[in-house]
């Protein structure tokens, strides 16, 4: 078992950091406060190429493994979450079902462009009445000839407001339950489509989340990704790998947060001393980065159980569960040692914290996480 990075990924992770440090960092509260992720900064990001890492370069990609990946996530949530989370959602969500499911034609089609940094991928699960029994969709997909037409909506849609291609889920058999759905590529301008006003949030809230109805889409029969009745498993698939996208998001809010409050602990006195003098403050320090780096290894071993070809189900669930956990527990601990300071949003912790909370909901809640590693339980 090998705990350190090779020389490639030690590069990119240096690549990523820069980038991060540089072009993300400075930018990163005034689009919270604005609620609007900057187009500029998303246009460079694919010019980077981070919208492509894991992916084959025949396909336009960067053909790095799914290690690099999460190093990209975790730089670039560091400085800022809502990045990471756009990246991830494109990545492992939109990108990989083409990547994983998509014919050669459906490849060259969607998948070059998308990795390649020219369109930006989203991916539609869950609706007004289906979150964590993705099974209970209403969202209908009925085969008329060539088409399939598309009645529903959809919520809550990370990356909707400026994506332009989409993977849907959707019923195409309601007799079957969760083996009557199927899954869509739809483009954003196709007709019937339309997606609503950024919902105001807690955290990320850079990141764009829409809701979006579908009323009357006719889409092509050659845009059904797999065979009618696979959506389901498409999608869960999907969201094992994008698990590891969000673990790797949460270490980046965690050791971002950490790093501001190590920083702000030297430089603050009170007493008569910098506070890092208490050992209450080293203490805790010492707890945060040691959380940090177990969850940081969870996610390296289902990623490169991933890479490996391996059954990375529960790893994944297990290193999101614990990493979103961490990265929750570390930020409201660096909000409390920078004190008012860390309330205020002069400092960018109070925003991590705020950032911290999404990790432990989307892609599946934390209790969905359990139910998924309790499944996987057997005596050892
Ligand atoms: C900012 C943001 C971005 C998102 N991005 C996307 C996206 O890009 N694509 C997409 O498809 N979805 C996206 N989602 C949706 C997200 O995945 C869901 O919100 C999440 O899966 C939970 O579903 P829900 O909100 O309907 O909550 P519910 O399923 O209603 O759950 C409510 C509570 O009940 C608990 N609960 C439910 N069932 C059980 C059970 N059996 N046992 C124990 N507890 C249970 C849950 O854990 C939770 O605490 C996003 C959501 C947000 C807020």
Redesign the pocket.
Known sequence: MDFKLNKQQKLMQELFRRFAETEIKPLARDMDEAEEYSMELLHKMQAQGFFGIPFKKEYGGAGADTLSYTLCIEEVSKVDASSG?TIS?HTS?AAACIHDYGTEEQRQEYLCPLVSGKTVG?????????????SGLQTSAVREGDEYILNGS???????GFADTFIV?AVTDKAQGSEGLSAFIVQRDTPGLSIGAN?P?M??RA?S?CETSFENVRVPAKNRLGSEGAGFSI?MHALDGGRIGIAAQSVGIAQGAFNEALQYVKERKQFGRPINAFQNTRFQLADMQTKIDAARLMVWRAATMKDNGENYATAAAMCKLMASETANDVTRKCVQLLGGYGYSREYPVERMMRDAK?TE????????M??VIYGSLKSK
């Open positions: 989370v959602v969500l989203c991916f539609f699960l869950t609706e007004p009445n289906a979150g964590s029994d993705a959809k919520m809550f849609t990370t990356n909707a889920i919902i949030r955290g990320i990141a989340n999608a999404i909901i989307y892609e599946g809640t934390s209790e969905v359990k139910m």
